[in-house]
């Protein structure tokens, strides 16, 4: 089945806001997003994300634009575990399977979607390619997504914790601290 939305996030740890537009059908997740902000500095994000089956990232495509100039990534997955950015291969993220955007709630829904995590118990450890923004540097982040009860997973990496709410399509309602959801599901 076939499932399309848009949401919007305010999002309060960069003082702006992220409208999505999504479609989820048959484990796979494609996504165009647009964000605003003013943390750490004025800045706006044009991005689109695909998935193959099971919510594996296959490319995250992100422009970002600043006081100091526009950047550009092209994230790709080779679906072997291997990463490129902007066609150069990335070592240290080796085994990820998915990107994780910096300030942006969507891209917490690919892991949670994947094991079920929105309904189910559970716990799973990730590498992510996570994405700084508005610079768009490419680090290795190691998270952790536990089923607290359904509809809520704790999302942990490092020192942080925070109780993510979802819907039913694993996408973020409330994220305390970071964003939350403007329009209904």
């Known amino acids: 089945m076939r499932t399309s939305r848009v949401i919007t ?17 048959d ?13 750490p500095e004025m800045y706006w994000v044009s991005y689109q994300l695909d998935t193959t089956d099971g919510f594996v990232t296959r490319r995250l495509l992100v422009e970002a634009a600043t006081t ?15 990463w490129t950015m902007n066609g150069e291969r990335i070592p240290q993220v080796d085994g990820a399977l998915d990107c994780d955007l910096g300030l942006c709630p969507l891209t917490n ?14 716990e799973r450890e990730f590498l992510m390619a996570w994405v700084s923004v508005p610079d768009l540097e490419v680090e290795p982040s ?15 990496s490092g020192d942080f914790r925070s109780d993510l709410e979802v819907d039913e399509d694993g996408c973020v309602v409330d994220y305390p601290g970071l964003a939350r959801r403007l329009t209904s599901p």
């Open 9 to 25: 996030w305010a999002v309060s740890e960069s003082g702006g806001y992220e409208t999505a537009w999504i479609d989820l059908y």
């Open 27 to 39: 484990g796979v997740l494609t996504a165009r997003g647009r964000a605003v902000g003013t943390v």
């Open 68 to 82: 100091h100039g526009t950047r550009v990534l092209d994230l790709r997955h080779d679906g072997e575990g291997h």
């Open 109 to 122: 829904t690919m892991p949670v979607l994947r094991h079920g995590l929105q309904r189910e118990p559970g």
């Open 142 to 156: 190691r998270q952790t997504y536990t089923h607290l009860r359904r509809g809520l997973v704790r999302f942990a």
